[in-house]
């Protein structure tokens, strides 16, 4: 009986020792398995997912980098555009390849015009990327500041500069007249002669592309007061001789003047409209009328201060002036 169970032992330990075996075999077979990255061959098939101008597009590519991708698919990139990742970066399934397109741009500011690529989504944003153009807070742009550029745009810059400008300015002198009663009534004269003031005048001035299109006075400050000038004029007449008669009237010389058959050339009367008191001096520069009474044949400028022109005649008062 005891070599039997001498065996049975054996038998026990041997199978003991081919479990352990296996385990210790399969335990390396599944961590080498975990540890062995999984490799794919660089011709495969892979989705790649294109973003160009804000549109997607799926594919499928065998490239292996950025530039042979865009190979690939025949697209083709601008001097300007932009491609992330760079071209010589590696794609692999699931990449992304974004496209941002420049888009061209011209500016004109006043006479100056220029073509500008731009990557930016506004007219502000595109206009402060070019170093070449300055836009200040209160210039204009058209379109608007915030307007979605597009390719082929084009936008007008107006610089606006607003100054404050200060200039001394003249008041003008008013004229007034006045009438002396002992001075000769062909005497005019000068009794206080007017002087200009001067203020300070305080202006908001806007420019537009350094042309001037508006001032407004903010402020005024009265240096000096104008001086008023006074002209004196005579009223004295002196008469001598008077004659009653009719006054008709004529076209002349357009002027204060009368023909007269006797006093002498170059005399002064003053003609009194007997119905109505109005009266006019007149210088005697022709002669005439001749007839029916008249005494005195008006220019048509002087017969209208003292009667109608439709009326024709008028009964009047004539005075020789002597001085």
Request: aromatic share 8%; hydrophobic share 35%.
């Given at each position: 009986?005891f070599p039997?169970k001498?065996?049975?032992?054996?038998?026990?330990?041997?199978?003991?020792?081919?479990?352990l075996?296996g385990?210790?075999?399969?335990?390396?077979?599944?961590f080498?398995?975990?540890?062995?990255?999984?490799?794919?061959?660089d011709?495969?098939?892979?989705?790649?997912v294109?973003?160009d101008?804000?549109?997607s597009?799926?594919?499928?590519s065998?490239?292996?980098?950025?530039?042979?991708?865009l190979?690939?698919?025949?697209?083709?990139?601008?001097?300007?555009?932009?491609v992330?990742?760079?071209?010589?970066?590696?794609?692999?399934?699931g990449?992304?390849?974004?496209i941002?397109?420049?888009?061209?741009?011209?500016?004109?500011?006043?006479e100056?015009?220029q073509e500008?690529?731009?990557?930016?989504?506004?007219?502000?944003?595109?206009?402060?990327?070019?170093?070449?153009?300055a836009?200040?807070?209160?210039d204009?742009?058209?379109?608007s500041?915030?307007?979605?550029?597009?390719n082929?745009?084009?936008?007008?810059?107006?610089h606006?500069?607003?100054?404050e400008?200060?200039k001394?300015?003249?008041?003008?002198?008013k004229t007034?007249?006045?009438?002396?009663?002992?001075?000769?009534w062909?005497?005019?004269?000068?009794?206080?002669?007017?002087?200009k003031?001067?203020r300070?005048?305080?202006?908001?001035?806007?420019?537009?592309?350094d042309?001037?299109?508006?001032?407004?006075?903010?402020?005024?400050?009265?240096?000096k007061?104008?001086?008023?000038e006074?002209?004196?004029?005579g009223?004295l007449?002196?008469?001598g001789k008077?004659?009653t008669?009719v006054?008709?009237w004529?076209?002349?010389?357009?002027?204060?003047?009368?023909?007269?058959?006797?006093?002498p050339?170059g005399?002064?009367?003053?003609v009194?409209?007997?119905?109505?008191?109005k009266s006019?001096?007149?210088?005697?520069n022709?002669r005439?009328?001749?007839?029916?009474?008249?005494?005195?044949?008006?220019?048509?400028?002087?017969f209208?201060?003292?009667?109608?022109?439709?009326?024709?005649t008028a009964?009047i008062?004539?005075e020789?002036?002597?001085n």
């Amino acid at each position: 009986m005891f070599p039997k169970k001498r065996k049975s032992k054996k038998r026990i330990i041997f199978s003991a020792l081919l479990i352990l075996l296996g385990a210790v075999f399969f335990r390396g077979k599944f961590f080498q398995n975990i540890q062995t990255p999984q490799i794919f061959s660089d011709s495969e098939n892979k989705k790649i997912v294109l973003l160009d101008s804000g549109l997607s597009f799926e594919m499928i590519s065998k490239a292996n980098t950025v530039e042979e991708f865009l190979k690939e698919q025949k697209i083709e990139l601008a001097q300007y555009d932009v491609v992330y990742p760079k071209v010589e970066e590696k794609v692999f399934g699931g990449t992304s390849v974004v496209i941002q397109r420049a888009k061209k741009i011209t500016v004109k500011e006043g006479e100056r015009k220029q073509e500008i690529f731009s990557l930016k989504n506004t007219v502000e944003e595109a206009i402060w990327e070019n170093k070449d153009i300055a836009l200040g807070d209160d210039d204009i742009t058209v379109p608007s500041r915030k307007t979605l550029i597009k390719n082929g745009m084009t936008i007008v810059v107006t610089h606006v500069v607003i100054k404050e400008e200060i200039k001394n300015e003249p008041i003008a002198f008013k004229t007034t007249t006045n009438e002396d009663a002992k001075l000769g009534w062909r005497i005019t004269k000068t009794t206080q002669k007017g002087e200009k003031g001067n203020r300070e005048v305080k202006y908001k001035v806007v420019y537009h592309n350094d042309k001037e299109i508006s001032r407004k006075i903010l402020e005024k400050n009265v240096n000096k007061e104008p001086v008023d000038e006074i002209i004196t004029q005579g009223t004295l007449v002196k008469v001598g001789k008077i004659h009653t008669g009719v006054a008709s009237w004529y076209a002349y010389t357009g002027t204060l003047s009368a023909a007269n058959p006797w006093l002498p050339m170059g005399s002064y009367v003053r003609v009194t409209n007997k119905d109505n008191g109005k009266s006019v001096i007149v210088k005697i520069n022709d002669r005439g009328p001749f007839g029916n009474g008249r005494i005195i044949d008006l220019d048509k400028v002087a017969f209208e201060k003292i009667a109608p022109l439709g009326q024709g005649t008028a009964e009047i008062k004539m005075e020789v002036i002597t001085n």
